[in-house]
């Protein structure tokens, strides 16, 4: 009977089963997307991270352990990063050495082996260092001690316990280190040179030179005590799987502990430093964000097919009302009707499942070769997963079971019942929860909020569609003609005609904010891209500035460049409350420019200074480029013999002018009281013009005092009063500035900073830079600072910044990015070799095209076509069964007179009379929910609440091609039915009915 039955209804049971297999469909993507693409999307996003090297750090470790540490720790990174393979590089630095035959201050020295040294610097002279006595060194340590290749260097005993002996070096070579090759690590820092270095071996700073480089398994085996030992392992990620990256990142988090196990006592200090733990948590937390915004798209594509289920449930049972009362008169009883339609259900079910199951991996696959998962390496081939088979086996029988319900209420029957009162309810409820409270990963509430929101919202307002219909209908009253004011008036007054009011305003409502949501979600990731960058390519530093690098890198890439300062500071004895506050600084144009003393590339600059016995300088020149960059030439330590010397290598590009002198004064010998004061004298042989300013720098400035500087024709004056001995710490250090002291600092800061501080503008603050203590006041309060979204930070202007570190004795410019404004060849930066680039374009793509990132909009741009789909096969579904229950109604009127063409106008302008205010009020309830819970649902890749905060975005041009497209479709469907139906109504209805 079932199947006679299927012969005779097949339409509206394919009806039924497009809409069991289209969510049945939804939901099988819906599965491949958050299981199988997921997974993906973690594999190929560790594979694309940079900076995922493991490092351990030892220091000061024996001679005698030397190499059996460095194999131990070896070992230890090893098996931490298993099963992936890794390749290890060391890099040690020996116990400081004494260098004897170095006149003037006390001078150090140190080894180092670097492993892939070939890999890090470039040959300006000579060769590599092969036999264990042999080394190379640095431009700057050959340049201040006069050496070049065939050069020997005695090096005295070193400064430690059971110090080994004296040895002397060959140089062979002479290096130029190479940009963002991790001279950053180098106990200089790979300057070659430091006028006041500290190891802790002394208590009054020295000369350091180096690193004098040689083998560095020679190194490991010369009987040098190591005061440090780098060993870093990179594992080849290039193709991982998901679950070898859970245990790798338990196992990198664990590596520190065990590494300590295993050295024991046999160093001082170890640790194991990795980006690669916290890397992959950010994936996986991503990874779950995204998963939870899929997955709030697919509820709504499931309450979506419900929806439509149940019109068709209802339909269905109106069509078949006359055989079910037959039936029952014959005898069936109420569990055997029951019985009928679950078999049918389950029938219904099976086929669909069965179609949606290869529909869905078919789909997926698609899906994943077009934007934006292609872009984001995620393209697969169709797949069929156990998961992804049951929830679409048992999502179709819970979708089939919706279609055997009968004698459902309609609507407005709800809705006088109060049901949407309650809907509403639990919607504000769902609203409130998510803004009040800050979830991350994949939460219940995240996940049923926006269904639930659309369901409520389009319950209560189809209140307002009988009032629209009736204020239509006395319209039409004025009508002249029988057509229009027909249609109209069976709009109004039929209840049947609003039947699928529930589907259409919640099919337009689901695909008018799947596309508003997908624009406020992509605008977000811009925004907070914009944001996290802070211009349009930023160039993070791996290696200190050099004079004309700006100009090069603008020759490279174009665009106008900054300087920038982007680092943690310490306000007074407050570190931050879980997060460091940071100093961010760009030249933001508010300092006026600094008159100096132009110098000529290349040029020796002559210094004459007063005769003072036992007493030396170290002189610090400060140069500025073009761009504003300042860098600082160290000199030689000069004594105070009363002769003339020459500052060479100073000037290594054109277009720079002195703009700082720094002149720290050192006796010969260390005395804890005080001895004498001294008059000293220095002339640098510059063309001085304009006003300078001299000032003595803490720490105990009194010890020295009248310092003054003199700019004339031909020369460069500076003279001050010095006091031999007394305090170690102080700094004796006069300073010459061609610009006046800028007081405290002008700053912006962030709220959190603001709040977390309770400040507000017109507080002062000292911040220490380093350790510089920088006064600085607060100006304004704003909401993110540039480059530092959410943090507790302040925004300032880096050249008014470098001036008073200046005018407080410190000398490094604080420069640790380039920031550039229109670059016309931003992809060019990375050939430079500076450091890390990064594009606010390329971080808004990586945020919303990424791996972890980009099922969502492809789920959203997959869920408008199926809210289509489903709409208009329950329009279909509807008008058919509508038409039909009405052939004998249409019949009557064809006897009255009434032409075929009127009839398909009535019925046509009945049904997209409904149409206009149902689309409508879709509208309404998708903007509503955009402006309501969209923003709610917009996470940063933390998972926390995205800086800037979302801006709701409605974008008109596609919001009305979609409704046109779904009114045109829509209306369309109606007129194939209605033709198709009005054929059928003639005078062999009427003659049944008579």
């Known amino acids: 009977m079932l199947i006679r039955r299927a012969r005779a209804q097949w339409p509206l049971l394919a009806a039924l089963l497009l809409v069991v297999t289209i969510g049945s469909t939804l939901l099988g993507v819906c599965v491949l997307l ?88 470039t040959l300006a002279a000579g060769r590599w260092p092969e036999a264990g006595t042999e080394t190379v060194v640095l431009e700057t340590t050959a340049r201040l001690l006069g050496l070049s290749p065939g050069s020997r260097v005695r090096l005295g005993p070193e400064l430690g316990n059971d110090p080994a002996p004296g040895m002397t070096v060959t140089v062979v070579g002479v290096a130029r280190a190479l940009p963002g090759s991790g001279w950053d ?120 097919t419900g929806t439509a289920l149940a019109l068709a449930g209802r339909l269905t049972a109106g069509v078949r009302a006359s055989e079910t009362a037959l039936l029952s008169a014959m005898g069936t009883s109420r569990p055997q009707l029951a019985v009928r339609a679950g078999a049918e259900a389950g029938l219904l079910a099976l086929i669909g499942a069965a179609l949606a199951v290869p529909l869905s991996a078919l789909v997926h696959s698609a899906l994943t070769r077009i934007a934006p998962l292609a872009g984001a390496g995620l393209a697969a081939d169709p797949q069929v997963t156990a998961v992804q088979a049951g929830v679409v086996f048992g999502g179709a029988l819970l979708f089939a079971a919706l279609s055997t319900r009968t004698g459902a209420q309609e609507w407005p029957s709800i809705a006088r019942a109060g049901g949407d009162l309650a809907l509403a309810v639990l919607a504000i409820g769902g609203w409130w929860q998510l803004r009040s409270t800050e979830s991350t990963g994949v939460d219940a509430v995240r996940v049923l909020a926006p269904g639930l929101l659309l369901v409520a919202g389009c319950a209560l307002v189809l209140r307002l569609v009988p009032p629209a219909l009736n204020a239509a209908d006395r319209l039409a009253r004025r009508a002249r003609g029988l057509a229009m004011p027909l249609a109209v008036f069976e709009a109004a007054r039929r209840p049947r005609a609003t039947a699928a009011g529930l589907l259409v305003t919640l099919g337009c409502a689901a695909a008018t904010f799947a596309v508003a949501f997908g624009g406020t979600w992509q605008q977000s990731q811009t925004d907070q891209a914009d944001l996290a960058v802070g211009t349009d390519l930023a160039i993070t530093l791996s290696t200190p500035a050099l004079a004309g690098q700006g100009q090069q890198i603008v020759d490279v890439v174009g665009g106008r460049i900054s300087p920038a300062t982007d680092r943690g500071v310490a306000v ?49 020149l400060v140069l500025e480029d073009s761009t504003g960059l300042r860098t600082t030439c160290v000199a030689a330590a000069v004594p105070l013999d009363g002769r003339t010397h020459p500052i060479s290598a100073c000037v290594p590009a054109g277009g720079l002018q002195l703009v700082a002198v720094m002149l720290p004064v050192t006796p010969d010998e260390f005395s804890f009281e005080p001895r004498a004061d001294i008059d000293i004298a220095v002339d640098l042989a510059v063309p001085g013009r304009g006003t300078w300013l001299a000032t003595s720098v803490e720490p105990f400035a009194n010890q020295l005092t009248a310092p003054t500087v003199t700019a004339t024709g031909t020369a460069l004056r500076m003279t001050a009063t010095v006091q031999i001995g007394g305090n170690p710490d102080a700094a004796r250090n006069l300073v010459a500035t061609a610009f006046g002291d800028p007081g405290r600092v002008p700053v912006a800061v962030s709220e959190r900073f603001a709040v977390e501080l309770s400040l ?178 917009v996470r940063s890749e933390s998972g926390a609440a995205p800086f800037p905060a979302v801006v709701p975005v409605w974008p008109w041009a596609a919001e009305a091609s979609l409704l046109a497209v779904l009114f045109a479709a829509s209306l369309l469907a109606v007129t194939v039915v209605v033709v198709i139906q009005s054929r059928r109504a003639d005078a062999a209805h009427l003659r049944v009915a008579s």
């Open 34 to 121: 958050v299981t199988s693409s997921a997974d993906r999307a973690r594999e190929v996003a560790a594979s694309r991270a940079t900076g995922t090297e493991v490092t351990a750090y030892t220091v000061t470790i024996a001679a005698a352990d030397a190499a059996a540490v460095a194999a131990d720790t070896e070992k230890v990174l090893v098996e931490a990063l298993q099963p992936f393979p890794a390749v290890l590089n060391g890099r040690a630095a020996s116990i400081a050495r004494t260098m004897p035959d170095v006149p003037g201050t006390p001078a150090v020295a140190y080894l180092a082996g670097v492993e892939d040294l070939f890999d890090r610097a």
């Open 185 to 304: 690590r180098d106990p200089l820092g790979g300057t070659g040179y430091a006028a006041t270095y500290r190891d802790g071996s002394s208590l009054q700073p020295a000369r350091a030179f180096g690193p004098f480089l040689i083998d560095y398994d020679a190194l490991l085996a010369d009987g040098s005590a190591l005061a440090r030992l780098e060993v870093t392992a990179r594992p080849d990620l290039s193709d991982p799987d998901h679950r070898d990256l859970v245990r790798v990142a338990a196992s990198v988090r664990a590596a520190d502990s065990r590494l300590a196990a295993v050295l024991g006592e046999r160093v001082q200090i170890e640790r194991i430093s990795s980006r690669l733990p916290a890397l992959l948590v950010t994936d996986a937390e991503r990874q779950r964000v995204t998963t939870s915004a899929v997955l709030s798209v697919a509820v709504l594509g499931a309450v979506l």
């Open 572 to 620: 007074g004895q407050w570190l931050g409350a879980g997060e460091p506050p940071r100093l961010v600084a760009v030249d933001r144009g508010t300092a006026a420019p600094v008159a100096g003393i132009a110098v000529t590339e290349g040029a020796v600059i002559r210094m004459t200074v007063s005769r003072n016995r036992g007493v030396s300088i170290t002189p610090h």
């Open 760 to 937: 507000r503008p017109g507080a002062d603050l000292d911040l220490m830079v380093g350790t510089t203590a920088l006064p600085v006041t607060i100006t304004e309060v704003v909401p993110a600072v540039p480059s530092a979204p959410g943090a507790p930070a302040l925004f300032a202007d880096i050249d008014t910044v470098s001036r008073a570190l200046l005018l407080r004795g410190d000398p490094q410019y604080p420069i640790d990015a380039w920031w550039i404004t229109d670059p016309a060849d931003a992809p060019a930066a990375a050939g430079l070799h500076l450091g890390d680039s990064v594009t606010r374009t390329g971080e808004a793509a990586r945020l919303s095209n990424g791996p972890t990132a980009a099922a969502l909009p492809a789920m959203l741009r997959l869920l408008t076509p199926a809210a289509l789909l489903l709409v208009l096969a329950g329009l279909i579904l509807h008008v058919t069964c509508d038409l039909q229950a009405r052939a004998v109604e249409v019949a009557r009127l064809r006897g009255l007179g009434m032409s075929r063409r009127d009839i398909r106008v009535t019925l046509l302008g009945q049904h997209g009379l409904v149409l206009v205010p149902l689309l409508t009020a879709g509208t309404l309830v998708g903007a509503l929910a955009t402006w309501t819970i969209g923003p709610l649902l």
